[in-house]
């Protein structure tokens, strides 16, 4: 059971600069990358919505999918960034 009227002892981790730089490194990659597959999701729901113009649907998903891509390389090109700080 867990002393509720024990003062609170907190643990403390002290980061290196190596270290908090690939955490930040990969929590910015998995947000790019969510990003891009967000993009490339609103990109296939575009060309399945026959309400929309094929016109419209075919410029917008192309935006779409290259943006996705951008994003996807950026995200990438963060975690190669790093690779060399965890050797």
Known sequence: M???TAPARE????YTP????????????GRLHELG???MSNAAFL????????????????VYLDVATQLRLLA???LDGIAGDLR
């Open 18 to 29: 190596t270290e908090l730089n690939c955490l930040i490194s990969r929590e910015l990659s």
């Open 47 to 62: 060309l399945a919505n026959d309400a929309v113009p094929a016109a419209v649907k075919r410029d917008r998903a192309r």
């Open 37 to 39: 597959m967000s993009l």
């Open 2 to 4: 867990v002393d509720t």
């Open 76 to 78: 990438l090109a963060e």
């Open 11 to 14: 643990a403390a981790y002290t």
